[in-house]
């Protein structure tokens, strides 16, 4: 995860580096159920709404959470399918936050009505997370459902006036890309603290759909309106999140942008994207799907590490003789391709190597989706070449074409 909103506010009013902190433990989101009440086009988990068999009893899901705490785990994000089918999501959210975790419900909003709400609000989550993926025929689209988009807004509403803190979650292709500005613009009139934009994985239904990914030269565009939206809410005193995930080489790209936009941060916003270090899969960032089985992250899912019903979460974790989690938590990772001579490689880390797995079978080559060009990542050959567009400070205009 690309938390983009501090690299600006480090571009505005830089602060002395002082030394990285790891964390303690990973970030574990959690895919308690793959029932789904819609069935969306980019679904990684391939989530329909019926009954799947075999996922873990309440019971099964306090004592995995007992390890996890006891490992340093400091953070569960609470997903499915949809997390609000389950019918003891409450319970184990409030079991979660009694224990000291940070607790996000990551939903597609839909199911959150009157009643509902006020057992959101009552468990006191540190972050919900709604997935809106264009306007409303978009969404609707997206999501396969009629009336999809205002019931999420319809969440969405619920949790601002509950004062609960809630993000938008988006994920671009090229079927939607020309709404992003919309969408920033819907951030601002709705009172939303966070814009979460998720480049598009190949992974499940993703990898099914991968042709929809957002060309290369549209995604620069994409970043650069985001990169100018976080600018913009800071220049009028807001303090708006603005993230992405799932491709990593958003990090060099932004300070390319640095580069040209305010070339006296450069070298100071540098140093913070070494020390951020790119993709976190297998290391600070886990996954545990609704059968307990664990993988380095939600895109994943074809591969698994372990099932928590059989080790502990702690042990499948630092079991390193899995060749991807040796490779993963190997620095520099043994990537081939571009990514090898990558000179942002200590930055992005080699960036999401499920796509690289996905097209080529090989989970170290390179990153099909990394959107730079061989020249300003200082290779040669024959790889792809793309024609650079100026940065601009009216990028959000420009998006489209």
């Given at each position: 995860m690309f938390r983009l909103s501090r690299f600006?506010?480090?571009?505005?009013?830089?602060?002395?580096l002082t030394p990285a902190r790891p964390p303690s433990g990973p970030v574990v989101i959690w895919n308690l159920i793959r029932r789904c009440n819609l069935t969306c086009k980019h679904c990684y988990s391939i989530s329909a709404d019926k009954k799947f068999p075999g996922e873990?009893?309440?019971?099964?899901?306090?004592?995995?959470?007992?390890?996890?705490?006891?490992?340093?785990?400091?953070?569960?994000?609470?997903?499915?399918?949809?997390?609000?089918?389950r019918p003891d999501i409450f319970d184990i959210s409030r079991r979660a936050k009694e224990m000291g975790?940070?607790?996000?419900?990551?939903?597609?909003?839909?199911?959150?009505?009157?009643?509902?709400?006020?057992?959101?609000?009552?468990?006191?989550?540190?972050?919900?997370?709604?997935?809106?993926?264009?306007?409303?025929?978009?969404h609707d689209r997206f999501r396969r459902r009629e009336g999809a988009y205002e019931a999420s807004m319809r969440g969405l509403r619920l949790c601002r006036k509950m004062g609960i803190k809630v993000g938008v979650r988006f994920t671009m292709t090229t079927d939607n890309i020309d709404e992003l500005p919309q969408l920033l613009t819907m951030m601002d009139d709705e009172g939303v603290d966070k814009f979460y934009l998720s480049h598009l994985n190949y992974a499940g239904r993703g990898n099914h759909n991968r042709m929809d990914d957002a060309h290369h030269v549209m995604t620069r565009r994409a970043m650069t309106t985001l990169f100018e939206a976080c600018l913009d809410d800071r220049a009028r005193g807001g303090k708006k999140e603005f993230v992405t995930?799932?491709?990593?080489?958003?990090?060099?790209?932004?300070?390319?942008?640095?580069r040209e936009r305010f070339p006296d941060r450069a070298e100071h916003i540098e140093r913070l994207l070494r020390r951020w270090g790119g993709n976190a899969s297998g290391v600070n960032v886990a996954n545990i799907d609704n059968l307990g089985h664990v993988h380095p992250d939600t895109m994943w899912w074809h591969h698994n590490l372990g099932d928590v019903r059989e080790?502990?979460?702690?042990?499948?974790?630092m079991d390193t003789r899995d060749p991807l989690m040796a490779g993963l938590k190997q620095s520099p990772?043994?990537?081939?391709?571009?990514?090898?001579g990558c000179r942002h490689l200590e930055i992005c880390n080699g960036n999401t190597r499920t796509r690289a797995h996905q097209i080529s079978g090989d989970p170290w080559a390179e990153d099909p989706g990394c959107y730079l060009s061989d020249e300003e990542i200082g290779v040669g050959g024959e790889g792809e070449r793309m024609t650079v567009t100026p940065f601009s400070r009216h990028a959000r205009a420009r998006i489209v074409g």
């Open positions: 600006i506010d480090e571009v505005l009013n830089p602060r002395p873990l009893f309440t019971g099964e899901i306090y004592k995995v959470m007992d390890n996890l705490w006891a490992f340093g785990v400091p953070v569960l994000i609470l997903s499915g399918g949809e997390p609000l089918l975790f940070y607790v996000g419900l990551s939903t597609n909003g839909t199911l959150i009505d009157d009643e509902k709400i006020r057992e959101i609000a009552a468990v006191g989550y540190n972050y919900v997370g709604i997935s809106i993926d264009g306007v409303r025929e978009t995930g799932n491709n990593d080489a958003d990090g060099p790209f932004l300070l390319m942008w640095v080790r502990p979460f702690s042990d499948i974790w990772r043994p990537v081939g391709g571009r990514c090898a």
